[in-house]
DNA sequence: GTAAAAGCTGACGTTGACGTCAAGGGCAAG
DNA sequence: CTTGCCCTTGACGTCAACGTCAGCTTTTAC
């Protein structure tokens, strides 16, 4: 398969494609002229790539996991960082429910117009969450400059 | 309260709240010497708007939002947009749950170094995740330039 | 054979939520 | 009064995952 092929079938541009060669998650052999060939399980991988992303899981990690995912079997340390992975996307999903549990009470709000008999207009429609009594020391963001909680 | 205290008990950077008064979502009164001066409620707010972008609201959208939360009730415009951000966040949701799966299975091939007794060997660790059976048209960006699917 | 479609390699642009540095002003303690 | 910490505005830097454009070669369709 020529790239976009593999573009269609897994729902990407080809840029994303050969992105996705340049940072070393997906290879592909050369014709003689130049032009990248691809084998079917190409498009699945594509398609487990794009799952990741859509994780909030980056590329670099991705890149880690790969080899695990190639070789069929993994090690402690891949057994270290799925684990890793899998805790952040399950805070993650945790921040979510709790963003989407104050939409939801807005919108309740939104539903009974006259003050009268609204029982969620005697609280905030967001909740305190306090994850932690004190707010967190002082670092706040990681070395890399990014917040160490929420999504990314 | 000083914006130093405000951003130590919400647990942000002062740079943080200086943008979001830049985007409108946080006001302030001034001090004649010019220093922001903040009331305590602006500790919850800051933390509602965390919460928002946690769950990848981006902060025009915020913005949109606000109005209502100050004003307690909403309307049908204020509905549209809650369920549509409502819709949304659940669509997140459903993709971190697949991605979580999809790392769940390949944890379990972590755990089972040798392929004889594992049952995972079977299987791809990846769901092969059909959405729609073709896959989406030619778009698949839209005008803003970036994915119309995925966390944000 | 020729034109359109598809690929190639750079290389620069975009977007959002801030980080970071520069150059100064304000204010309580000693 | 000066030391030191906090505050101000302004402006540029960052990072990721691509978009987009340019200029050129290859493959495909008729």
Redesign the pocket.
């Known amino acids: 398969m020529?790239?976009?092929?593999v573009?269609r079938r897994a729902g990407?541009?080809?840029?994303?494609l050969?992105?996705y060669e340049e940072?070393g998650l997906l290879a592909s052999q050369r014709?003689?002229?130049?032009?990248?060939t691809y084998p079917e399980s190409a498009v699945e991988r594509v398609r487990l790539i794009?799952q990741f992303?859509a994780a909030g899981v980056?590329?670099?990690t991705i890149l880690q996991l790969m080899p695990y995912v190639d070789a069929g079997h993994g090690s402690r340390e891949a057994f270290a960082l799925l684990t890793a992975e899998r805790d952040r996307i399950t805070a993650a999903m945790a921040d979510l429910a709790a963003a989407r549990d104050a939409l939801d009470r807005m919108i309740d709000i939104a539903n009974h117009p006259t003050a009268e008999h609204c029982p969620a207009l005697r609280e905030p429609p967001w909740t305190p969450y306090h994850p932690d009594a004190v707010a967190p020391a002082t670092p706040?963001?990681d070395a890399?400059?990014r917040?160490t909680a929420g999504i990314r």
Chains 1, 2 share one sequence.
Do not use: K, L, W
């Open positions: 020529r790239i976009g092929d573009a990407v541009s080809t840029r994303a050969r992105y940072q014709a003689p002229s130049g032009q990248r794009q992303y980056p590329s670099r706040d963001h890399s400059g917040p």
